[in-house]
């Protein structure tokens, strides 16, 4: 069987505004930009988001909460036309040591096994240097934007990455590289 092209896409900062710990929908503020920017990508890539919640652990919000704000985002793109494949959510912090927090590759790896994706035709999308240092580990190609968290956190990129002003830029970059 032909494997499949992804796009990882990051959460906050990439698809929604970065307003810190989300537990209420309500507080959900999509970037206008990105219901197009997805509707262009998902005719060539598998749309996955993996996302670093780490107030979970903090016990700032409830691991339900997260999954609904997630259902959420994922209901709102589907009722526009796009779909994304599944959602991956890690809950620790820093200090939890765990296996999947970006920029660990474990959801990316995750995906591509459960969904038979061709690692090297894929992108990771996202406003972190965590996001970059996730792609490079996975081994897809990391696009880092200036949306977000991404402006005040550029100087601390430590890997080569593209860099697009925001989710909109990115799609256009990467149809242009197919
Ligand atoms: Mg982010
Ligand atoms: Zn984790």
Redesign the pocket.
């Given at each position: 069987m032909a494997k499949h092209s992804a796009i990882f896409l990051?959460?906050?900062?990439?698809i929604i505004e970065?307003n810190g710990y989300i537990s209420n929908t309500s507080d959900v503020i999509f970037y206008p930009h990105i219901f197009k920017a997805l509707e262009l990508l998902q005719k060539h890539f598998l749309l996955f988001i993996i996302?670093?919640q780490s107030g979970i652990s903090k016990g700032l919000i409830s691991e339900s909460d997260v999954q609904g704000v997630n259902t959420f985002i994922t209901e709102t793109l589907k009722a526009k036309g796009i779909a994304i494949f599944d959602t991956f959510y890690c809950p620790h912090k820093n200090e939890d040591n765990c296996n999947c927090k970006k920029p660990k590759p474990y959801f990316i790896k995750k995906a591509a096994q459960l969904y038979n994706v061709d690692l090297t035709s894929s992108f990771i999308i996202?406003?972190?240097p965590s996001?970059v240092e996730c792609g490079i580990n996975a081994g897809v190609t990391p696009i880092y934007l200036l949306s977000?968290?991404g402006k005040k956190h550029q100087d601390e990129l430590c890997f080569n990455s593209t860099v697009c002003k925001d989710l909109s830029y990115a799609s256009k970059f990467i149809m242009s590289t197919l």
């Open positions: 990051d959460r906050d900062g990439t970065d996302t670093n996202g406003d972190h996001d977000g968290h």
